[in-house]
């Protein structure tokens, strides 16, 4: 969040707006997992009436850069001042539908959450990719990263094939950027172990 254009006046405002406005009512439902959520219409309706009547007023712009989905939200102040605030995440697909999906997502989250409204986030899963962070994880290591790996695998005379294995992996060579620290790691414990018990 960006409150560098913030004033006295926009605060002053922003608190008397939060100290009014009611939670969102959670009239949606999700049709994956039969939850109720407050969509973004409620969020709108709930927060804007307040907002308008203490000088506040909501913008927000969404753009796609052809992986990320993001939504800027200002709120602005009669008088000038303004904050913003930046979401963004990888759409469950990069059609129009999901990219349109994330967006209302976005905005209902950024506007629930600059506001200070809560609204339960039961549709978050249909909008977003869930396999994003899985997906981070499998990142192949640099090849260097790998080389040195192995290097100190041969050092201690550890068997590869257990070693790819204790770290739930096909071979060392297919390392995820995810699990180098954990292979550093476990080879470390060997190696103290090797001293430990050569002392």
């Known amino acids: 969040m960006n409150l560098e254009h913030a ?8 608190a008397k707006a939060q100290n009014t406005v009611e939670n969102a009512t959670k009239g949606s439902v999700n049709p994956h997992f039969k939850n109720r959520y ?4 409620e969020v709108l309706n709930t927060v ?10 909501i913008i927000q712009n969404p753009s796609f850069d052809g992986s990320l989905v993001s939504v800027t939200t200002v709120l602005g102040h009669e008088k000038g001042g303004y904050i ?23 905005r209902r989250y950024s506007l629930a959450a600059v506001t200070g ?7 978050g899963q249909s909008a977003i990719n869930p396999v ?4 981070v994880s499998l990142v192949k290591a640099d090849a260097e990263e790998i080389a040195l790996i192995k290097t100190r695998i041969d050092a201690l005379n550890i068997d590869e ?3 790819a294995r204790h770290l739930s992996i096909k071979s060392i060579s297919d390392l995820p950027k995810g699990k180098v620290k954990a292979a550093h790691a476990a080879i470390d414990a060997k190696q103290r172990k090797i001293e430990k018990e050569g002392a």
């Open 38 to 41: 407050a969509d973004l219409a």
């Open 132 to 135: 994003k962070p899985i997906a």
């Open 84 to 106: 913003t605030a930046v979401a963004s995440c990888v759409p469950a697909k990069a059609d129009a539908q999901g990219i349109g999906a994330a967006t209302t997502y976005l």
């Open 48 to 57: 804007r009436p307040v907002f308008s009547s203490f000088g506040l007023s």
């Open 117 to 123: 409204v809560a609204q339960e986030d039961d549709d």
């Open 7 to 14: 004033t006295p006046e926009l605060f002053a405002a922003l």
């Open 161 to 163: 094939e257990a070693f």
